[in-house]
């Protein structure tokens, strides 16, 4: 299914700290999956590291 291919993806990005990649592939995964508290929580998290390595 490419769905969950996508979630893999996104996965395996956010463990290689490419957080930029795993940013866009979450917002689509979320326009996918908005109810999906998984994809919600994630998506958080990698806004968090994004900022963090601004700051």
Partial sequence: DLLI???VLV???GQL???EASLRDYQ???Q???E???VKKA???VEAKI???RN
């Fill in 5 to 7: 291919f996508w979630c």
């Fill in 51 to 53: 900022k963090s390595q």
């Fill in 28 to 30: 689509v995964l979320i």
């Fill in 36 to 38: 999906n508290e998984d």
């Fill in 17 to 19: 700290e490419r957080w």
């Fill in 32 to 34: 996918e999956l908005p």
């Fill in 43 to 45: 998506l958080a998290e």
């Fill in 11 to 13: 996965c395996m990005l």
